[in-house]
């Protein structure tokens, strides 16, 4: 599909950006009601243009690194919304909705007009389930990766004691920042531990073999290794606050750079060569 | 023409100090008496309300003519209070007209406390008008004057940041409490020592919803005696450490020599508490917890000082937002004084409309006698198209009059022209040549510079 039918999801992302930005700098304290529109729009725009290209090809659109990023982006920008309307975690907007216009504007800037021709082996009720698991985990991982920064922006502030503006009274606490990481940590690593699984159950059907260690799988597993541990040092020892965002960030620099290395440099299955 | 004006003389936190303000407040009872004597005191005073706070005491007055001299006020007050009237007059500030109205206005607005915006002096305020009222010396123009004020304030309050912000040692506990914990109904206090204002922190925490609180103090009749007071639990103070773990917000108000709390004991403790964040709030001089703790994770320690410091950054923004506090302010002393000034057209066109009235049956009883030959139907008629004419008059006069665009001295001088046309009545007329313009102008010139 033509990258230009993804401009109205990329104008309302946009928009969303400059909504949050301006109200969280405190320029337009209604910035942030009309961000929110904006980016409910942006992500209905995305999600229509995925379905439309999504039938056009037969499976989910995710055969080149371009068409991942766009889907990374909708799914991130669909689940930051009841975060922001739900759990009034506002200020998470201020990073989803930049980040989303980015990563949808690099994608429909690097798509390739043409489409990898997918193998009939791939043409499998398996990829959609998948590559939505996989790529939900992902999402979450961005949100936790935001909501981290927030945590660590907010508790410099309380440790350094440079704060009390009326703009900070109404920013969401550090106990409730925590407690978002969390969760969204466990969703995350749900969904992952489910592509992984899934993934290999349809490996097995398809080629015969659960694991045959191709770079994305041995960076899955090492991130999922990574998500488990820092999961249970919270269960076990009690660990919270800004060690956890801070090793949540670290965690989530290793799986995107992962996710773009693999893509890049060493192409498997998952980087779009379907041997 | 009467000249009413509103008037304002006092003392307030910036003029007067303490110990001069704590002479001139009045009680409360005394109120009330003090106000029923102002008019046998001071003949020219119409309409009286006396302001008694501990940062100002004011009598807002209505004169009936020029108003008295400022010490004579301070000398009625001076004779109330019982203390000599020298002792404070370099302190007086005096108000008059506009400048009177727009003081009411800022102080009830809560531009002109000690603190700018707290909440508190519209309270006061309220209780000096009910005071007036009670004594029977709140008029129609302190009335409308003090529910203009209540008004303004209300608008301020709503359109501005002006009460935002932590600004007492007590509500910034509260704000950071809340910026590091979601809800404080799970959560437990600590209170180390009873010092006052650690006790109103905890009384502000106790409203803010706090579960629970421990009490300890070096006397443990000391912290059984506020335990009680503050519905919470006593714990001797041998052991307040392994109480410690329980405790989410702590305020640490002992008197001694050197730290009770040491960084690897506050460690220890939030290990066993897994990390729950704890915040720590030292207002003892000489301070009562080791300073290094703040460098421990998920622990937040804030000094007196820390405690100064987000207080005074609030005070700034608030000084800030006074800026569109007092434009509102301006307006509404605007939309006073036009009331105020069509109060003093009311005499005028009462004249004028009698005048014109009299001049109408005059001609009709002169006209009696073919009136009279006329049948009963011709005749009220005759009377209605005299009494048409008359209002269709009066509804021009008063257009003019009360001309929206006209400043206070424009209209005053319209209707005094309106009277010397409209009106025959030579006594009346006597009184008008008086009269000139600038004289009442001359009012509105320093509000316009």
């Not at chain 2, 925490?205 to 103090?217: D, E, F, M, N, Y």
Request: net charge neutral; with cysteine.
């Amino acid at each position: 599909m033509n990258p230009i039918w993804m401009i109205p999801a990329i104008v309302g992302y946009f928009v969303a950006a400059l909504g949050y930005t301006t109200s969280r700098l405190g320029l337009a304290p209604s910035g942030a009601r009309w961000g929110k529109f904006a980016l409910a729009g942006g992500v209905a725009a995305h999600i229509l243009v995925l379905a439309v290209t999504a039938l056009q090809a037969g499976n989910i659109p995710v055969t080149n690194l371009p068409e991942s990023i766009s889907f990374l982006s909708a799914l991130t920008a669909l689940a930051a919304l009841p975060l922001i309307n739900r759990l009034r975690l506002i200020v998470i907007g201020a990073f989803i909705a930049p980040f989303a216009f980015i990563a949808t504007t690099i994608a429909a800037l690097t798509m390739p007009g043409q489409r990898l021709q997918m193998p009939d082996a791939l043409r499998s009720a398996w990829l959609p389930v998948h590559v939505t698991l996989a790529f939900a985990g992902f999402a979450l991982f961005v949100l936790a990766a935001g909501v981290s920064l927030v945590y660590l922006i907010n508790e410099r502030r309380l440790k350094t004691k440079r704060l009390t503006a009326p703009t900070d009274e109404r920013m969401p606490s550090l106990e409730k920042l925590d407690r978002i990481n969390y969760r969204l940590l466990g969703m995350g690593f749900l969904m992952l531990s489910l592509a992984i699984v899934t993934g290999a159950i349809w490996a097995d059907a398809t080629w015969g073999r659960f694991w045959s260690w191709e770079p994305q799988e041995s960076w899955s597993l090492v991130v999922w290794l990574m998500y488990a541990a820092l999961l249970e040092s919270r269960l076990t020892v009690g660990w919270r606050g800004r060690r956890v965002a801070a090793l949540t960030l670290v965690v989530f620099t290793v799986l995107i750079s992962s996710f773009v290395g693999v893509s890049l440099v060493t192409p498997g299955k998952h980087g779009g060569s379907f041997g | 023409m009467t000249d009413r004006k509103l008037f304002v003389v006092g003392v307030n936190h910036r003029t007067a100090e303490v110990a001069v303000r704590e002479q001139l407040a009045f009680p409360d009872a005394a109120i009330v008496p003090a106000l029923s004597r102002i008019r046998e005191r001071l003949p020219a005073v119409s309409e009286a309300a006396l302001v008694s706070t501990c940062n100002r005491v004011e009598v807002v007055g209505l004169a009936t003519e020029q108003p008295p001299h400022p010490n004579a006020i301070a000398e009625f007050v001076a004779t109330e209070r019982g203390i000599a009237p020298g002792n404070f007059s370099s302190s007086l500030y005096f108000f008059e007209g506009r400048e009177a109205v727009r003081h009411l206005f800022r102080v009830g607005a809560s531009l002109d406390s000690m603190v700018v915006g707290e909440p508190q002096i519209l309270g006061q305020l309220k209780l000096a008008y009910s005071h007036a009222v009670a004594a029977g010396t709140a008029g129609p123009v302190l009335h409308r004057a003090f529910h203009r004020a209540f008004a303004a304030a209300k608008l301020v309050r709503r359109e501005t940041l002006v009460g935002y912000g932590a600004v007492s040692v007590s509500s910034a506990a509260v704000t950071l409490a809340g910026q590091i914990f979601d809800t404080l109904a799970d959560k437990t206090v600590m209170l180390m020592g009873a010092g006052n204002i650690a006790e109103l922190a905890a009384r502000s925490l106790k409203r803010a919803g706090v579960h629970s609180l421990l009490v300890t103090s070096r006397t443990f009749d000391n912290a059984v005696a506020l335990a009680r007071e503050l519905e919470g639990t006593a714990v001797p103070y041998a052991e307040f450490k392994s109480y410690l773990k329980l405790a989410d917000v702590v305020i640490a108000s002992l008197a001694v020599p050197e730290p009770v709390l040491q960084a690897t004991e506050c460690e220890a403790i939030i290990r066993e508490r897994r990390y729950r964040p704890m915040f720590l709030i030292d207002l003892g001089v000489p301070r009562n917890l080791d300073e290094r703790i703040n460098a421990i994770d998920n622990v937040y320690l804030y000094d007196i000082d820390d405690l100064g410091a987000v207080t005074a950054r609030s005070m700034d923004e608030r000084e800030r937002e006074a800026q569109k506090a007092e434009a509102i302010v301006e307006s509404e002393t605007d939309a006073f004084m036009r009331w105020l000034d069509g109060l003093e057209l009311v005499p005028a066109i009462k004249d004028i409309r009698s005048s014109i009235e009299r001049l109408r049956i005059d001609e009709l009883e002169r006209n009696q006698g073919w009136i009279a030959t006329l049948p009963d139907t011709e005749r009220t008629r005759v009377e209605a198209l005299t009494r048409g004419l008359v209002n269709k008059l009066m509804h021009r006069v008063l257009v003019a009059l009360r001309d929206e665009n006209a400043d206070a001295s424009q209209q005053l001088y319209a209707a005094d022209v309106a009277r010397r046309l409209l009106c025959a009545d030579p006594e009346n007329e006597t009184e008008l040549l008086t009269f000139a313009p600038d004289e009442s102008g001359s009012d509105d010139d320093p509000s316009q510079n």
